[in-house]
């Protein structure tokens, strides 16, 4: 793992071109005209976790915004333009919240080993933590454990997307895509689909009530 030295950034990127331009001479002249993905993803940072890799994904297909931990924080206007953009401008058609097994901003949670602005940031997932703690108690070891908060974790991000104004506004609008937790199991490379419990969000009125019939 991790070969790749600095000097080869570049040469690789040379041979990168070459093989698009042998699949499509005019490769780049279609790259360049403008991008329409259906899919937002919001991962973690982790070098281990390149969502568009992991789903042999091309340039333009995927809309991609990444934190330590896949957080989305309702205050972070990052994530909050990149969200924007995507649902009133590309109007993708799917957003993707995708969590990891072995995540260090999880832990970093959970046991706080990162001395500094992380801590802070992943304080969410510490909530989390806090809130579950009768269910993730009962888990004996820790990495488990912790692999089991990053589910909670996913989940709890991927309704919070569901809680931004951008979202409230698309559901009112009727044209809005469909919401998504994922794990990456980093032990065996599968993506595994989480329950975010429509259901019950549209109990709380969270989601709208047609909204199965019109995401499905
Ligand atoms: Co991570």
Known sequence: MGNLSFEKLLDNNQKWITEKLKENPDYFKKLSKGQSPKFLMIGCSDSRVPVTSLIKAEPGEIFIHRNIANQVNLTDINMLSVLEYSVE?????????????????????????????????????????????????SIKESSKMCDRLSEINVVAQAHNIIKTPVMQRAFKSGKFPKIHAWIFDIYTGKLIQKDINESKLIKEGLLPRNYLEIVN
């Open 89 to 137: 401008h590309l109007f993708i058609k799917h957003i993707i919240v995708v969590g990891h097994y072995n995540c260090g901003g999880v832990a970093a949670a959970v046991d706080g080993i990162n001395q500094g602005l992380i801590e802070n940031w992943v304080s969410p997932v510490n909530e989390l933590y806090h809130k579950h703690s009768e269910e993730l108690s």
